[in-house]
């Protein structure tokens, strides 16, 4: 009989520790998610994916707030991770365009430059023909 108690009280400790480990886990995401939150949102050009993570900020703020709701909880953690990866990648692409655009800067200075010493030199080959044709040398 105590066997029996003993072994009840395993069967019935097994689901409790399982629901503790689910949110711990639920707990660890979400302090994830807060955690990549606070470093997007640290970021100097974090204005250019204030949207996303606004969307984040109230779908972890709503995951938080409603833990007796495991679906809602979950859904709004889902909800926070998306925004998260789209402000990433809006950054990500910001930053590409930044780069792209200064690289164009850089090509068109480096073009304008390459324009002006062809001039030069056309200048210069003019001269030379010139001198050239009334018997000088240069």
Not at 19 to 22: K, M, P, Q, R, V
Not at 33 to 36: F, N, S, T
């Given at each position: 009989m105590c066997a029996g108690f003993i072994l009840l009280g395993l069967v019935c400790a097994l689901p409790a520790r399982s629901?503790?480990?689910?949110s711990v886990s639920l707990e660890s995401q979400t302090a994830h998610?807060?955690?990549?939150l606070d470093q997007l949102d640290a970021r100097?050009?974090?204005k250019y994916?204030?949207?996303?993570?606004?969307q984040a900020r109230r779908a972890l703020l709503r995951a938080s707030t409603s833990p007796e709701d495991g679906n809602?909880?979950?859904r709004a953690r889902r909800i926070a991770d998306a925004a998260l990866v789209l402000a990433g990648r809006q950054l990500a692409r910001r930053k590409a365009q930044a780069e792209l655009?200064?690289?164009q800067r850089r090509l068109t200075a480096i073009r304008e430059r390459?324009?002006?010493q062809r001039r030069a030199l056309e200048a210069l080959m003019r001269d030379?023909?010139?001198l050239a044709r009334s018997g000088e040398r240069p």
């Open positions: 629901a503790l480990g689910d998610l807060e955690r990549r100097d050009d974090a994916a204030k949207g996303a993570l606004e809602a909880a979950s655009f200064a690289t390459a324009n002006a030379r023909a010139s």
